[in-house]
C-alpha cells in the first residue's frame, strides 16, 4: 500500500498570504490528523478528522482551519500567516485512531 | 491537561550497547501509547503501540512497557546501531477530559549510536 502524501513538501508565503496543505490518507484509513511541529513547542496537535467529521480539535486559533472529502483526502488551511507559523506541518492517518501512519511533512516557512 | 515528559533529553551511547529511553504521563486516562522516530527533517515512523490494557509490545531488537497506574513507558533497544541514530518519541491518545482522543506527543529524546 501507498503510504501517506502530502503536497507540497515545501512552501515559502509571506506574511498575511493564505495557504492551503493537501494530505491524502494510506487506502482505506478514514481518519486523518494534523500536527504542527517547531523547535521550541515540539509537536502539537491540530484536528483529528473521521469520515468527513471534525473529531478532535487542539489549541489553536481560528486562522487554522481543515476539512475532509469523502474519499477521506483531507486539506489544512491557515489564514492570515504569521511569522510564528513557519513549522513542518505532518499529517498522520489511521484506521479508527489506533496506530498512526505520519506523512513526510510540509515544511511552511512564512516571511 | 496531559503533559508527556521524555527522560534523557539526549544519548550517544557505543554500538552494540542496550539502552532504555524513559517515556512518562501526568493523566493516566490514556487510550494507547505510541512510539516513534523521526529522522531528521522527515516525518514519524511508528515503532510500537501498547493498548492502555497490554503491558508491553516487541518488535524485533525494540521492546516497550507501559505502567498506566504510575503513568511510566520504557523503551529497550537491544544491541543499538549506528541505523539507530534518530529522535525518538512518545505519545499518549487521551482517553478523559481535555485530552479525550488527543495526541500528546514528548519532546523527544536525540539518540546517536556511535560506531
Known amino acids: 500500500k501507498a503510504g501517506v502524501t502530502q503536497t507540497p513538501r515545501y512552501l515559502i508565503k509571506t506574511r498575511g498570504q493564505q495557504v492551503t496543505l493537501s494530505c491524502s490518507p494510506i487506502s482505506g484509513h478514514r481518519s486523518v490528523s494534523w500536527y504542527q511541529q517547531t523547535p521550541g513547542q515540539g509537536l502539537q496537535f491540530l484536528f483529528e478528522?473521521?469520515?468527513?467529521?471534525?473529531?478532535n480539535k487542539g489549541n489553536f486559533p481560528g486562522r487554522f482551519s481543515g476539512r475532509q472529502f469523502s474519499n477521506s483526502r483531507s486539506e489544512m488551511n491557515v489564514s492570515t500567516l504569521e511569522l510564528g507559523d513557519s513549522a513542518l506541518y505532518l499529517c498522520?492517518?489511521?484506521?479508527?485512531?489506533?496506530?498512526?501512519?505520519f506523512g513526510p511533512g510540509t515544511r511552511l516557512t512564512v516571511l | 491537561k496531559q503533559e508527556v515528559t521524555q527522560i534523557p533529553a539526549a544519548l550517544s551511547v557505543p554500538e552494540g550497547e542496550n539502552l532504555v529511553l524513559n517515556c512518562s504521563f501526568t493523566?493516566?486516562?490514556?487510550?494507547?501509547l505510541q512510539w516513534f522516530r523521526q529522522d531528521p527533517g522527515k516525518g514519524l515512523t511508528s515503532l510500537l503501540l501498547?493498548?492502555?490494557?497490554?503491558r508491553e509490545q516487541t518488535s524485533g531488537r525494540l521492546n516497550a512497557s507501559l505502567d498506566k497506574s504510575s503513568g511510566r513507558s520504557t523503551l529497550y533497544i537491544a544491541a543499538s546501531q549506528p541505523g539507530d541514530s534518530a529522535t525518538y518519541l512518545c505519545?499518549?491518545?487521551?482517553?478523559?477530559?481535555?485530552?479525550?482522543?488527543?495526541?500528546?506527543f514528548g519532546q523527544g529524546t536525540i539518540l546517536t549510536v556511535h560506531p
Open positions: 478528522y473521521f469520515s468527513e467529521t471534525q473529531r
Open positions: 505519545a499518549v491518545r487521551g482517553a478523559g477530559g481535555t485530552s479525550y482522543g488527543k495526541l500528546t
Open positions: 501498547i493498548q492502555s490494557s497490554q
Open positions: 493523566d493516566s486516562a490514556i487510550y494507547n
Open positions: 498522520a492517518s489511521s484506521l479508527k485512531g489506533d496506530t498512526q501512519y
